[in-house]
């Protein structure tokens, strides 16, 4: 004969079991079968700089920059870079403002296309360094020639690199995501 204290621990267990033991498969079958093609992080289209490079010229409004580095002449596929990072600017919305383009270049430009930058890129800032050129030009992985795209933080920090390919929507998720989880800027 069972008593009732007997049938209310059994009950009790009961319970405890139908609430945890549905945690304890999920945390079983997590760990003992991973996903290969689960990603790891949420975002990161572009290429994440480790090493520690700091600009400290470029800040103080505490935005965030894209900087282009531009030669002397623009071809199409610069043309298309700046518009790219313009239209992924304006794609931005309510957090546009917390980003800056910057054009740098280690000399001058030719007229045309500082006259193309004024008609159709008003709000890029045009800077003229060649010590932060030469800084980030050795950051450009083997392979990519031009028309890339730097991401510094507002306290100068270099933070990743977008190369051509990756201008557009995954540098708009990236940015999305990095503006949203951000608390500077």
């Known amino acids: 004969m069972v008593t009732t204290f007997d049938k209310g621990r059994k009950e009790l267990a009961a319970i405890i079991a139908i609430a945890v033991l549905p945690f304890l498969i999920g945390a079983f079958l997590f760990t003992s079968f991973p996903r290969e093609d689960m990603p790891d992080q949420t975002v990161r ?5 480790t090493q520690e490079i700091t600009i400290s010229s470029l800040i103080g409004d505490g935005k965030w920059r894209l900087i282009h580095l531009v030669e002397d002449v623009c071809d199409e596929q610069c043309r298309e870079a700046l518009f790219l990072t313009r239209q992924t600017r ?5 957090h546009a403002g917390e980003l800056r383009r910057v054009a740098l270049t280690a000399g001058d430009l030719r007229p045309n296309f500082l006259e193309f930058l004024a ?3 008003r709000a ?5 360094d060649d010590e932060i050129f030469a800084k980030l030009i050795v950051l450009v992985p083997d392979g990519i020639e031009a028309n890339f795209v730097f991401l510094v933080d507002p306290i100068g920090k270099v933070v990743m690199f977008f190369p051509f390919e990756k201008l557009g929507k995954p540098l708009l998720r990236d940015l999305r995501y990095i503006l949203r989880s951000s608390r500077m800027g």
């Open 45 to 49: 289209e572009g290429i994440e700089i």
């Open 90 to 94: 304006k794609a931005l919305s309510k």
């Open 119 to 121: 008609q159709e890129h």
């Open 124 to 128: 890029l800032s045009l800077v003229s």
